[in-house]
Structures are given as structure tokens and as C-alpha cells.
């Protein structure tokens, strides 16, 4: 039986005890009963580094911001046993939604059964029973076999994005954050993620962001958690059987899965990123401010629903850790105007560091003050332009209540 109390072992990972993080969450406790808007994000990420090599810590600190209104999400997958492990620990009987996509390897069900058994877990799982894969197949094709994005992303939404909400929603108390996986690591999208994110109406939280593939092995090794059947066979990662081998000499892990042409599965970004030669993150295709700066957001931030405009807002903070007067001003502004949601993404140029994100894009488009935002609208997006810059709030709000106006008028006239 594994224990339930995890012990000074964890030091030997160079993982801090949770109890040392207790005062943090007290201090952040009036911060997380904020409204969820992308300032709040930040904040909390800020407040979360002293303790982001600490998974079990960051875990407690989960359970208790959110009162216990936590659920996990599992593939069954290779290292899938670690956070299964942790997150029961902290919180024995969590909710585990488990997506059955139709299409695991056999070895994935059966794993299932033993972690099931041996973890005591709370598992609900989920499928998309609308879109059975038959009905799916014979309307769709064998989607996994086409090489575009959309089909990537149509299959992703319909065998997995759409089975985990459901199963999110069927939980009674309604969970307020819901627990992954994944790792800086793996890949190039997930590099970039904050600890704590907000997706599809939820907080996501990644307690093993920044555990190294030694962290994982050593974990596993420590608590003598069950391995998968596949990783006997070569596999680093497995999904479906029809997109996942067992990785070859020299060869990175994600090559592994859907034929090295994406590296996402379709759950944990709204849009697949294609990795083939063709359209390469730092192929011709690219933005040259993305080629310059190598900042994700310009590539990743995208048009809003409500202005059909996309934008990206560039905050400066100062030595002692503070945001600057105007950035607060303006942030209060977003929040009175009611147009906060509509900025996609924020970034940090930190006067102490002049490779912080913001202080590449402020000196990559000849900005010298703060906040100042990007902005390109749905046609420029499809086409490739490049984002201009605006520095005054007063532009962009004016912008943007135009933008939802001409929309609405749009859509009414077309009923």
C-alpha cells in the first residue's frame, strides 16, 4: 500500500516539504477570490515561483485556494502513475476523469485497472457518446491519417476536448480547477505555460511544470509506481494506438506521436501546433516579430469571438516586483470598461531583465512606455500581417467597443 503522508523523501528530489508553504497560501488566499481575469493569472504565477519545484506543495496550495473544488485529469499514459500518485496524497479521494477516446492500445485499458486498484481512485470516465469512432470514421474519414491542422484539431475536439468537459461537468460540487500533467519539457507550447492558466472556464494547474525527466524517474523509483505495459516496449509516450510507436535511437519522444507532424494532443492548447518542415515555428511562414523576438504569444494569441481582433498587452514591472502606476491605472480601466476578457494574452517586460518577453516586443517595435498593446484583427491573423502597435488605452477601447458594435449589427442583419 502507498503511503499517504509523503515524508522527508522528498527532499531527495530536491522537493520542498509542503508545510513550507502554508503562509504563501494564506497570503494569496484574498487574491484568489478575485475575479478571474488575466492580472489575477499573473499574479498568483508571481506568488507560485518560490515553491514551482515543488509539486506537492503546489498541490496543497490547490486544495486549499479552491476549498477542495479540484478534479485531475489522466491519460493512463507512461507518467500518468506520478500526479495520480501526488494528487491522492493531498487529496485521497479526487475526482479523475479519464477520457476513453475508443482508440487506446489495450495495454492502456489494463493499465488503467491496476492504477485504479492500487491508487484507490475516484475515476469517472468520460467518452463522446454522440460521435461514436464508427459514426465519426464514416463521416469524417480515419481523421488521424490526414497531415492538415484541422483535421488534427477536429479529432482532438471531438474524441477528447469534448469528452473531458463532459465528464468535468458531470461532477457534482463543480469543480473550479482541474489538474494536468504536463511538463515544461515535453513541448514547445507547454514550455511556455504558467503554473497556474485558465482554460475553458476553469484554472488549470500543473503542479509537475518543472519536474525534469530524472524528477519522473526518480518518483517513479521511489514510491515503486506500476509502469506501463509499453514502456517495456520502447514507448516514452502513448495516446491512441493508431498515433503513438516506440521511439527510435536519438529520437525525440513527441517524433513518437502523430506521425512527428504535431505535438499536441488536442487537449491542452485551442489550437494544434504543426511541427513538420513545412511550417515550422521559424520557417518563412512565420512573423518576423516572432523570428526576432522568439516571443510565443505573437504566434499562439488570437482573434477574440466578440471583436474579432486579437491583443496582446505589454506590462512593465519594477524592481521591487510591482507593476508600474500607469499599468495599474489602465488595468483598472480594462476591469470598469468590462473589456478585460478581450485582451488574449499579457506579457512582463521586467526592468531588471531585458529578456523578459515584454522588454524583447518593446524593443523589437520601438516602445519605450508601458502598458502598450498589439493588436491585429481576424483578417490580418488569416493573412499573415503583422501586429501593430497601440500605445493608448484609449484608442484601443474605442476600438474594440466599435469592432463588437459593427459585429453585432452584422449578425443581426444577417437573421
Not at 178 to 197: C, V
Amino acid at each position: 500500500m502507498f503511503k499517504r503522508i509523503i515524508t522527508s523523501q522528498t527532499l531527495r528530489l530536491g522537493l520542498e516539504p509542503v508545510g513550507r508553504s502554508r503562509s504563501l497560501r494564506r497570503g494569496l488566499h484574498a487574491v484568489a477570490q478575485a475575479s478571474n481575469n488575466v492580472d489575477t493569472l499573473q499574479s498568483l504565477n508571481v506568488s507560485l515561483q518560490p515553491i514551482r519545484n515543488d509539486p506537492l506543495a503546489i498541490l496543497q496550495w490547490t486544495v486549499d485556494q479552491f476549498e477542495g473544488r479540484v478534479a485531475m485529469s489522466t491519460s493512463f499514459g507512461i507518467q500518468s502513475a506520478i500526479l495520480l500518485h501526488m494528487a491522492t496524497q493531498v487529496y485521497p479521494d479526487i475526482p479523475v476523469v479519464w477520457v476513453d477516446t475508443g482508440y487506446l492500445p489495450k495495454e492502456t485499458y489494463q493499465y488503467a485497472e491496476v492504477l485504479k486498484d492500487v491508487l484507490n481512485l475516484n475515476l469517472i470516465v468520460s467518452s463522446n457518446t454522440e460521435w461514436s469512432p464508427a459514426r465519426m470514421e464514416a463521416i469524417y474519414g480515419k481523421l488521424w491519417e490526414n497531415e492538415d491542422a484541422e483535421s488534427h484539431r477536429l479529432y482532438g475536439q471531438m474524441r477528447k476536448a469534448e469528452p473531458l468537459q463532459k465528464g468535468l461537468n458531470s461532477i457534482p460540487n463543480n469543480p473550479e480547477v482541474l489538474l494536468s500533467g504536463l511538463r515544461a519539457s515535453q513541448t514547445k507550447a507547454r514550455a511556455n505555460m504558467p503554473i497556474l492558466g485558465f482554460q475553458n472556464g476553469r484554472y488549470k494547474a500543473l503542479p509537475m511544470l518543472h519536474m525534469s525527466d530524472d524528477d519522473v524517474d526518480k518518483y517513479m523509483d521511489m514510491y515503486d509506481l506500476p509502469h506501463h505495459p509499453l514502456a517495456a516496449q520502447g514507448y516514452v509516450t502513448v495516446g491512441d494506438w493508431h498515433s503513438s510507436r516506440p521511439v527510435e535511437s536519438g529520437e525525440d519522444a513527441r517524433s513518437t506521436r502523430f506521425g512527428g507532424k504535431f505535438e499536441e494532443c488536442g487537449l491542452h492548447v485551442d489550437t494544434p501546433e504543426v511541427v513538420n518542415e513545412s511550417v515550422s515555428a521559424t520557417n518563412s511562414n512565420s512573423l518576423d516579430s516572432f523570428k526576432k523576438t522568439q516571443v510565443e504569444a505573437l504566434e499562439t494569441t488570437f482573434a477574440h469571438e466578440e471583436t474579432d481582433m486579437a491583443v496582446i498587452m505589454i506590462k512593465k514591472i519594477m524592481e521591487d516586483g510591482s507593476y508600474c502606476r500607469k499599468c495599474k491605472d489602465v488595468q483598472n480601466k480594462l476591469e470598469k470598461d468590462g473589456l478585460e476578457d478581450k485582451i488574449g494574452y499579457v506579457g512582463v517586460a521586467d526592468v531588471s531583465d531585458p529578456e523578459s518577453e515584454g522588454a524583447r516586443l518593446a524593443k523589437h517595435f520601438g516602445v519605450v512606455t508601458a502598458p502598450f498593446f498589439l493588436v491585429r484583427t481576424l483578417d490580418e491573423q488569416e493573412s499573415g500581417t503583422e501586429w501593430k502597435v497601440v500605445r493608448s488605452y484609449l484608442q484601443l477601447q474605442k476600438t474594440l467597443e466599435k469592432r463588437m458594435v459593427e459585429k453585432l449589427e452584422r449578425e443581426q442583419e444577417s437573421k
